[in-house]
């Protein structure tokens, strides 16, 4: 069984940095795509990185955090690593499994939020 639990999220200055992490079982990680998806309060839910299941992964990135964010995997954890944080980061952030481009399984996220 399928099974992603996020952690990392705090709370951070503006332009601080953090790691998330992603802790994935059943399935073979570095073979999947997986993506990062985040909610903002009040908003919907925002595509934000992914990573391909080919070896090594290629990587895609919404426009809002290009330059600023990185996935990466290892065997057993999806990685987020974000820099110059602002308020409009402020989110809970939830990894993904996807099949088919399509997410099958969702962990129950971590909430991230930027102030001072």
Wanted: hydrophobic fraction near 40%; proline fraction near 3%; glycine fraction near 12%.
């Amino acid at each position: 069984q399928v099974q992603l639990v996020e952690s990392g999220g705090t709370l951070v200055q503006p332009g601080g940095s953090l790691r998330l992490s992603c802790a994935a079982s059943g399935l073979t990680l570095k073979t999947t795509w997986m993506s990062w998806v985040r909610q903002a309060p009040g908003k919907g839910l925002e595509w934000i990185a992914g990573i391909s299941s080919d070896t090594p992964g290629v990587l895609f990135y919404a426009d809002s955090v290009q330059g600023r964010f990185t996935i990466s995997r290892d065997n057993a954890k999806l990685y987020l690593e974000m820099s110059g944080l602002t308020s409009a980061d402020t989110a809970v952030y939830y990894c993904a499994k996807l099949s088919r481009l399509e997410v099958d399984y969702w962990g129950e996220g971590t909430l991230l939020t930027v102030s001072s």
